[in-house]
């Protein structure tokens, strides 16, 4: 069953592209940043971290880039894959708190 | 393998009826958290616990109950006093707080109303 919200932003990529997903965060305190991936049905997944002392950081197939000026993350995936597709949303936490913020995510699609 | 355990990954619930939501983990975690998700919403902070036999209330409290016994389980009870029970719920850990680390999640357990 859906878990996740039937209104989402969608993205549309074809099978081999590039996948560029975006995120505003919120906080202009917030100095830790997360990528999860949620499949139908199931919990986020962890993709991939960045502090804010960096502006990219990079894992296998995944790149996630910092704005700190203007506040903005983004996650590229190289060569999507059809296993790819699910929900991705960006997370922030402030100083180590228990506070994380969550983004409501942006649906991708890959597309044979 | 190591992770976070939720059951029942389908609940109903009656009119009236307290229902309780089970999560164990297994990562030797000391923080553990429950969060609602919603239609197009993001994910909504209920209860927190940093350390055994303490948690805090979160964002969206009102009308749940958890408890910490055990380091290793952080059960969310949906009281007959929420009124709007109906949701995707899921359980995470991490390291501890302070520590910049990423929450590992649950699998879920989705509620209804019957």
């Known amino acids: 069953g859906e878990s996740v919200g039937l209104h989402l932003p969608t993205l549309s990529v074809q099978e081999g592209d590039n996948s560029i997903i975006n995120c505003a965060y919120s906080n202009s305190a917030s100095d830790y940043f997360i990528w999860y991936k949620q499949e139908s049905g199931k919990g986020p997944q962890f993709i991939i971290d960045?502090?804010?002392?960096?502006d990219k950081r990079q894992g296998q197939r995944v790149t996630v880039l910092l704005n700190k000026t203007v506040k903005h993350l983004s996650l590229q995936i190289a060569a999507t894959q059809p296993g790819d597709s699910a929900v991705y949303f960006c997370a922030e936490n402030i100083g180590g708190t228990y506070k994380y913020i969550f983004g409501t995510g942006t649906r991708l699609k890959v597309l044979a | 393998d190591g992770g976070i355990t939720q059951s029942p990954k389908y609940l109903f619930r009656k009119e009236g009826q307290n229902v309780t939501l089970s999560c164990e983990q297994n990562l030797n975690h000391d923080a553990m958290y429950w969060y609602r998700q919603d239609p197009g919403q993001g994910l909504r902070l209920i209860y927190y616990s940093q350390i055994v036999n303490d948690f805090q209330k979160g964002d969206i409290a009102e009308g749940y109950s958890v408890s910490r016994e055990k380091k290793e389980s952080f059960p969310l009870t949906v009281t007959s006093a929420q009124k709007n029970p109906t949701a995707f719920y899921l359980c995470a850990s991490s390291i501890g707080q302070g520590l910049r680390q990423p929450q590992h999640f649950g699998d879920g357990t989705r509620l209804s109303i019957l």
């Open positions: 960045i502090r804010s002392n960096m």
